[in-house]
T-cell receptor
Framework: GAVVSQHPSWVICKSGTSVKIECRSL??????MFWYRQFPKQSLMLMAT?????????EQGVEKDKFLINHASLTLSTLTVTSAHPEDSSFYICSADGRQGYEAFFGQGTRLTVV | RKEVEQDPGPFNVPEGATVAFNCTYS??????FFWYRQDCRKEPKLLMS???SGNEDGRFTAQLNRASQYISLLIRDSKLSDSATYLC????????????FGAGTRLAVHP
């Protein structure tokens, strides 16, 4: 299957700082990547669709100015959590479409803790 | 109504048991469905794709019922290592190749 790499795996940051998370497709080109957030014991919630070369599409209720997405190449999408607060602490996961259809391949996830 | 809904469980079953999960979906136009397995504090991993004819892989069988708009996952001869959260996913009505996930069903297999 396709390989998606996400970095960092975990990060602890101070409230008010910004954190950048990278998502790379290692063996295929991904024109579209997706960013999810998952709070403990809850479902994956789609935050936004990252489109190579154009603006991301955000789901309802997700602040685009807080969660900056950049998809500058066919193999890299980044999510920047700006001015992070403790309530932003969560598990952030990216995914990219598999080559054979709709199945999504996930990065390893980033556990963000804001203190 | 959520686009994809699952019974959160937990399902507590002994080793060797057969267990089945259902997942209902609202997007009747969805053509593709998937079951993912997620271990604690890990990313989901694709378990099976579910197409119109269903799918079987060893102890795992997935079925699609379009009339009632649900998919199912059957696990036979449960192993301790099957303990995990199982997520179903279908195509979002919003298009754009987006998958919508259910909340997940927790399975705990005990000796």
């Amino acid at each position: 299957g396709a390989v998606v790499s996400q970095h960092p795996s975990w990060v602890i940051c101070k409230s008010g700082t910004s954190v950048k998370i990278e998502c790379r497709s290692l063996d295929f080109q991904a024109t579209t990547m997706f960013w999810y957030r998952q709070f403990p014991k809850q479902s994956l919630m789609l935050m936004a669709t990252s489109n190579e070369g154009s603006k991301a599409t955000y789901e309802q209720g997700v602040e685009k100015d807080k969660f900056l997405i950049n998809h500058a190449s066919l193999t890299l999408s980044t999510l920047t959590v700006t001015s992070a607060h403790p309530e932003d602490s969560s598990f952030y996961i990216c995914s990219a479409d598999g080559r054979q259809g709709y199945e999504a391949f996930f990065g390893q996830g980033t556990r963000l803790t804001v203190v | 109504r959520k686009e994809v809904e699952q019974d959160p469980g937990p399902f507590n079953v002994p080793e060797g048991a057969t267990v089945a999960f259902n997942c209902t979906y609202s997007n009747s136009a969805s053509q593709s469905f998937f079951w993912y397995r997620q271990d604690c504090r890990k990313e989901p991993k694709l378990l099976m794709s579910v197409y119109s004819s269903g799918n079987e892989d060893g102890r795992f069988t997935a079925q699609l019922n379009r009339a009632s708009q649900y998919i199912s996952l059957l696990i036979r001869d449960s192993k301790l290592s099957d303990s995990a959260t199982y997520l179903c996913a279908g195509e979002s009505s919003g298009g754009y190749n987006k998958l919508i996930f259910g909340a997940g069903t927790r399975l705990a297999v005990h000796p």
